[in-house]
């Protein structure tokens, strides 16, 4: 059985590393520099949905706000990710367009990564009515069965569910969902705790008619909660570094069944592309539905709008968040490695949360062995968990040809120059590109400026003190930068200042 990486050969090669020290404080010097200041400013927000779950423990009330999506027909959604698909009309006011709450009975609401996570519209929506939603469920109890459970493990070992669902519209152009839905991918989680579901579907925004990605949709990757899900099975490298199974790999699928396309089928109800590397390979046990794998979290997509790369935001383990550039086939690490680390995991009495240095002919790019490394980091001496991230394509000068990202449970905005980054994805570890912050602003009513953080903004929504902000990125259609945070229901977004005349 192919499995990717040849793991005895990591270990001859990093064995000397035995004798190195744990590494405490991956990234010592600062990385992330102050100097790029950007205006934010609040376009709605989304209701109070906090009191409808018994199983929901989040004392905020207002909707956990995951995705903003513009549609090239300049129709705006987003959702709520305990169970809500809104459409944001002229004036920002949200109308519920689709109720995927009432569909879906065994739902699992209790916790930020839970509910109702991900939503895309297809390119053609306003001609077939296909949209694609990704949610979680829990298995006790729920009659449905998984289409893919871990290796070595049975479906009575399965604990939760992520799904990945079809929808279709009767009527695209209504203000309200009406139509039918259909199952694409059922997949089974066997730790103890919900998390790092499948979290994001998505199409190739660059894509065109007739290229070979148009109507692929993507699912991130996801190691299904095997670094922080809890039980006897937590930790288990064993589940990385396959090409056998989703754990840890970002897929790739044409969503229609296979019985409208007469291609391939996948695990769940939709075809195989057969452009795809892996459906090619001439391995009958490797999947052909893998784009990439190697990832621990990588729960947010996006493609420059310039020239169609393909970014990942890869939440790390217990020191390193990282940017990476996807491409086909690519082995991204992860339990083996983190950002340009070696992971405890693979050492002689280490553990998932230690990291050790590589050794400088690996680290230099003289000895490739054989995966890809991050184009951006940090550590979490700055944050401790990456948000999404998009090339910037809109108005703010200060923003043209950066890299916009984040730090979820921080709040801290970040850019990185997009160059640089696609020149760091050269094959050797250590180069990245630096990282700057970006420090906010807000104009009140009479024009007046004021400095603000996330965190700053979500407190005062609340009234409250928060532990943390829960941040997440999307971009509008015109290529500006939206943030919101699983809190307080506000949408917000980055914008060109405009002060009121005689403001300060």
Known sequence: MRKGLCLPVL?????????RAQVADPIEAPVIHRGLKARVETLTRLPETGSLHADDRDPATWARVSFVRDRADGRRFANDSRGFLYELRAGGEPTLYADVDAAFPHAIYDSLASGFIGFDFHPEFAANGLFYTVHGERAAGNPAVADFVPPGFGPSDVTYHSVITEWRATDPAAAAFDGSRRELLRIGHIVELFRHPFGYVGFNPTAEPGDPDYGLLYASGSDLGFSNGGGPHEADPAQMQRLDTVVGAILRIDPRSPSESGGVKGIGDYTVP????YADDGDPETLGEIYASGFRNAHRLSWDLDDGTLFAADIGM???EEINIVHEGGNYGWMQREGYFDNGVSRRG????????????VLNGRYPDGFAY??????HDDGEAVAAGFT?????????GKFIFGDVARGRLFAADTAAMKAADDGVPETVAAIEEIQLYARDTDGNRRDVTMEDLVAEALGRDIE????HLSRSADGEIFITSRHDGYIRMLVPDRPADGAR
């Open 11 to 19: 270990l001859c090669l990093t064995a000397p590393g035995a004798i």
């Open 274 to 277: 057969a452009v795809n590397m």
């Open 318 to 320: 217990s020191h390193i």
């Open 350 to 361: 280490g553990v998932l949360g230690d990291v050790f240095l590589l050794p400088s002919e």
């Open 374 to 379: 991050p184009v951006a980091m940090y550590d």
């Open 392 to 400: 910037y394509h809109g108005a703010i000068p200060a923003l043209q």
């Open 468 to 471: 943390r902000v829960d941040l």
